[in-house]
């Protein structure tokens, strides 16, 4: 109860920090989403009463920046509110290099193999870094140029170290490949808050449980046993902030029999600064996604997702249901401009062919092309390269994005098929 009665107030509290200041010389426009005209809302809560209309090629003036939403005033002096996902900010230029790199949030995925694992350096004075799961199978499903848990350890602690606070951590679900290297990774990190998607009770392996006590004996706060489908209500949660940017939890706890439980349990976070708006969709399934999309009233549009469950085509991953598009239409509501999986080919044959291609409508082209592997099957892959704006740590070893908020953004290859990529979004 006291949990609930926590949550509730990080909820609905007075103790939110959003991301909203006074906006200068920006103006906002349709995006290619629209053929006739945006609608501009009076209140964003109500799409019945409208302010007007925003016309593509017209612009309005940017007011302030909320979750999901940009509030605006158009030509005829009029204020209302417009969906991110269907218009786009006119970018505004910063010729000052050391407020630049102060301002630029930095998402580094990295290459472990069959698993995922991502720490996110947040912008601006004061941030705390968001680690988001971390864990990988046995060495047999990694590859000689993957991670280990050494190596993942090393290169967390550089980042850290670049921090006066400690960080925060999620983990999706409770699965080995999610989860199992977080121990080793911060072993003598001390961690600010811990959240953890599923049910509790399938956190089972000793070394976790031994680390997750000894956390919260330092003073870790830890959120676990989240409630069927919390989210926070497209509120930032104060717990989570990352510097300048805003973290929000999409869904959590929805998964049912007609799938994989846990993973349909999946806690799928986004973090939004500016106009910039990343997805880790952990190992969602098609409930998973369909929550997602109805607890945000469709306003998904994402400029970096994740690929659910590192690529998988089963029970409605990555929008695919029964070998097809799904009922989720989880492609469609998030059009990413980036794609990013963390996948190892020695095990389950992540990323699938298909649930990449289903994206292709979406991602951005790129100048420099690099090369990517698909898996047709659980054994037969075919490796090709790509034009678009998607990576699979497998083949483009650690990836990093980085952005102040604004279009374009830079994503950086560190494996043996690079990259160097400027993305317009």
Not at 297 to 313: I, N, P, Q, R
Not at 318 to 346: C, F
Not at 347 to 366: E, N, S, T, V
Request: hydrophobic share 30%; aromatic share 10%.
């Amino acid at each position: 109860m006291k949990l609930l009665m926590f949550l509730s107030f990080l909820i609905t509290g007075m103790s939110f920090v959003f991301n909203v200041s006074a906006y200068e010389n920006l103006y906002v426009t349709p995006n290619d989403k629209i053929k006739n005209y945006l609608k501009v809302r009076q209140d964003w809560k109500n799409a019945n009463n409208l302010s007007g209309k925003l016309y593509p090629n017209e612009k309005a003036i940017l007011i302030e920046n909320i979750p999901r939403w940009r509030k605006i005033k158009l030509s005829d002096g009029k204020v209302g509110f417009v969906s991110k996902s269907y218009s786009s900010v006119i970018n505004p230029v910063n010729d000052n290099n050391e407020e630049k790199k102060l301002n630029e949030m930095v998402i580094h995925y990295l290459p472990i193999g069959a698993g995922s694992c991502s720490i996110v350096e947040c912008a601006g004075d004061n941030a705390r870094p968001l680690i988001v799961d971390c864990g990988s199978f046995s060495k047999s499903a990694r590859s000689d140029s993957d991670f280990d848990e050494i190596q993942v350890k090393n290169y967390f602690n550089k980042i850290l170290s670049k921090y006066t606070l400690s960080p925060n951590v999620v983990i999706s679900h409770p699965d080995k490949d999610h989860l199992s290297w977080i121990d080793d990774a911060l072993d003598d990190v001390a961690v600010n808050s811990i959240w953890l998607g599923g049910d509790f009770n399938n956190y089972k392996r000793k070394d976790f449980k031994s680390w997750l006590k000894k956390q919260k004996e330092k003073g870790a706060k830890i959120y676990k046993d989240l409630g069927h489908n919390w989210h926070n209500n497209a509120q930032p949660i104060s717990e989570l902030q990352c510097g300048l940017a805003s973290t929000f939890a999409l869904t959590s706890n929805v998964g049912d029999s007609s799938g994989s439980i846990k993973n349909g349990n999946s806690l799928v976070i986004s973090i939004e600064y500016n106009e910039f708006v990343t997805v880790f969709s952990g190992d969602a399934e098609d409930e998973t996604e369909k929550s997602a999309i109805k607890n945000y009233d469709g306003a998904l549009k994402t400029t970096v997702l994740t690929s659910s469950h590192h690529g998988a085509e089963s029970h409605g991953s990555n929008g695919i249901k029964n070998g097809g598009r799904g009922q989720s239409k989880w492609e469609e509501y998030t059009s990413p401009s980036v794609l990013i999986t963390s996948a190892g080919y020695k095990k389950y044959g992540h990323p699938r062919c298909g649930a990449l291609k289903g994206f292709y409508d979406y991602i951005k082209k790129i100048n420099t092309p690099h090369m990517v592997s698909c898996g047709i099957n659980n054994n037969k892959f075919k490796t090709y390269t790509t034009g678009r704006a998607e990576y699979v740590t497998e083949n483009n070893g650690v990836i990093k994005v980085t952005t102040n908020g604004y279009s374009p953004l830079r994503v950086k290859c560190l494996g043996e098929s690079s990259c160097d990529d400027t993305i317009y979004f």
